[in-house]
């Protein structure tokens, strides 16, 4: 699988943003995909992750109410919608595809063997 993130953008404060990732290969619909971030000076950390078939979804309680996660199998496509950004959700963003194919929806970065190239969010306060 090959992940192209785009949609980076610079917005103030309570303001909105979407992110893509197009996907290539043929088990895109087979696996679980989610939302990692990083921010300078600091760890990778999960943002948001939602199952094959886009029935299961699971947010960090950082973004929980502000971000939704969604994909489109027929596009080979997951997205990010975030709302009422803050200052604190400026970093670099990375969709990532699930190591193995199946139902299962994991959260850790270690789960993840397929990343885009990242994709920067800045928040202005």
């Known amino acids: 699988v090959q992940l192209q993130a785009s949609g980076e953008g610079l917005v103030q404060a309570g303001g909105s943003l979407r992110l893509s990732c197009a996907a290539s290969?043929?088990?895109?619909?087979?696996?679980?995909m989610a939302w990692f971030r990083q921010a300078p000076g600091k760890e990778r950390e999960f943002v948001a992750a939602i199952s094959w078939g886009g029935g299961s979804t699971y947010y960090a309680d950082s973004v929980k109410g502000r971000f939704t996660i969604s994909r489109d199998n027929a596009k080979n496509t997951v997205y990010l919608q975030m709302n009422s950004l803050k200052p604190e959700d400026t970093a670099v963003y990375y969709c990532?595809?699930?190591?193995?194919?199946?139902?299962?929806?994991?959260?850790?970065?270690?789960?993840?063997?397929?990343w885009g190239q990242g994709t920067q969010v800045t928040v202005s306060s």
């Open positions: 990532a595809a699930a190591r193995v194919v199946g139902p299962g929806v994991p959260r850790t970065v270690y789960d993840y063997g397929y």
């Open positions: 290969g043929r088990t895109f619909g087979n696996k679980a």
